[in-house]
């Protein structure tokens, strides 16, 4: 989320999330949210209040995150914006799947939907769909996951939205193998890795490879099992080398 005229402080925290010194960044936007809330002004108080939300989330604190992004929300209704509010709804439903509080994220993800849908956000909604699924999968309803992940890669085709489309390839291969059709996992696994590769994101490819492999070995194929643990110790040993690389640039 971007604000104009950011202060120091909030700056500073998009630094070091980006560096994903989660701790650091939450003191910064802590400071920036205690300097901006006597003025009051939604457009400068969301963005902070979202990445305050975002760090919470990745330090597992789900419930500060979620009073956050409760937050958001209301400030949001007052300004009307059909997209942003979708999106808040979004992450209000993410933080409940990943809770076990199936119904309350299924709440969430059908008004982020009818709200996605009048704001013609097709972006938005791809990513939606792409968590509808892994609700569904958390649910053990894999063939209902399978749908909402195809429609979340029909959308992502259609925005350019190519992280997207190489993280629900994985989800949908991982679909597919609950499901038995290792046909179609293999051939979803591959699109991930492939895309992964494109972007030049060596972690995502790796999860790819990881489930590739596993998918090799259970039909006992060896050779290409063998391939793919080659590969990806290529890419864990470059993934640590760019690791070294952000700690050196941090220490600075």
Known sequence: ??????????????????RRDFEAARRCFERALR?????????????????????CAALGEKERARGYYR??????????????VGQTLVNLGNLSRELGERERARAYYLEAEEQLERAGDGCSLGILYSNFGLL??????????????TKAIELHKQTGHEE??????????????????????????????THYEQLGNPAGQIEAL??????????????????????????QVRLEGQRRIREERADE
Not at 210 to 235: I, K, M, S
């Open 210 to 235: 990881r489930q590739l492999g596993q998918l090799y070995e259970d039909r006992n194929d060896p050779e290409l099992a063998r391939l793919c643990l080659t590969r990806l110790r290529e890419l």
């Open 136 to 149: 569904e999968q958390d649910g053990g309803d894999n063939e209902e996951a399978v749908r909402f992940f």
């Open 35 to 55: 300097d901006e809330r006597p003025a009051g002004e939604p457009r400068r108080l969301i963005p902070i209040l979202g990445n305050l939300g975002n760090v």
């Open 164 to 193: 997207g489309l190489a993280a629900t390839w994985g989800q949908l291969g991982r679909a597919y193998r609950r499901l038995g059709d290792d046909r179609r996992a293999e051939t979803c696994l591959n699109f991930s890795s």
């Open 71 to 84: 937050e958001i929300l209301a400030l949001q209704r007052q300004e009307s914006d059909l997209k942003t």
């Open 1 to 18: 989320m971007e604000s104009k005229g950011e202060s120091p402080s909030y700056l500073q925290g998009m630094i070091f999330f980006h």
